[in-house]
């Protein structure tokens, strides 16, 4: 290295020592669009029917009988009690 002369940085002295220095979390940006739990229904949505379960003795809403929670049960009983096993 000829003709380059030789430096050195004494970054001591340039390093604050703070320790009232508060880091807090970043602010989150916002998504473009409309959020996804705010879209408003339509008039068929609005007008649909509740499901009904036909799975005898339950008569329930918000399911059907492929997912009836009495139905579960009764499988969990037969399925226990099997002479198989």
């Known amino acids: 290295m000829l003709g380059v002369p030789e430096q050195t940085i004494n970054l001591e002295n340039d390093v604050r020592d703070d320790d009232d220095c508060d880091v807090e979390n970043p602010i989150?940006?916002?998504?473009?669009?409309r959020p996804k739990g705010s879209r408003p229904k339509g008039g068929v949505e609005v007008a649909k029917k509740p499901r009904h379960c036909h799975f005898p003795n339950c008569g329930g809403t918000n399911h059907d009988s492929r997912?009836?929670?009495k139905k579960r049960k009764k499988d969990s009983l037969l399925s226990s009690q099997s002479p198989n096993k």
């Open 28 to 33: 989150t940006s916002k998504t473009k669009g």
């Open 67 to 69: 997912n009836c929670p």
